[in-house]
């Protein structure tokens, strides 16, 4: 479990993103509470350029005092990026930020290239991995689910990925195989269906 003591050890550095629960952020946000008043929190389904933009503010106006934003979302919009980026660039030097969210890598680049990223309850490089083949049956599901708005149906492609990644850290040419799918989300913005289908194919999972 992320907490203030496991971010303190990491000063200078001010802004994280942390790959956690809703759980993960209500318990740092209680931490953070009873040790000050100044903070600042958020728990939203997508995090807007409105809320960005709040963040900023919050970041820009430091007062000289210890001053914690403790932010949760699912969904982060890629507009939103641009009212962080000089911030997180020249932080508040008493300032600390934590993102809290189950799809760390759905993250614009801009931001994650400028934060660092830490896991919640689970450190994925000491922690068992899923079985491959479910993680490969959950994307085949996950295929199905029309309903779904195409930043919450890119995250989770993104987080299964991420899963694959973990499962086959010991296989260089699986893994080479879950990378390349991910730079075709975030770079080539290809269509989750074709990176999913693709990714479940070069790893010899029936579709």
Known sequence: MISLASLHRLRPQRTFLVAGTEDDYRQLFEEVQRTTA?????????FTTDDAQEVARFIREGNGHERYGVIYFSVFSPEAAEALLK???????LTTVVWVTPYPYAVPLTVRS????????????VSSPEPMAEIL????????????DAATRRARALALLDKCEVACMQDVEKAKWVYAAKRMLLRANLPVKFVMEFVMTELGFSL
């Open 87 to 93: 911030v997180l660039e020249e932080p508040d030097s």
């Open 114 to 125: 400028r934060v660092v990223l830490l896991w919640g309850v689970h450190d994925p490089k």
């Open 137 to 148: 049956a959950a994307m085949k599901k996950a295929l199905t689910q029309e309903q779904e």
């Open 38 to 46: 100044n903070l600042y929190a958020l728990a939203t389904p997508r």
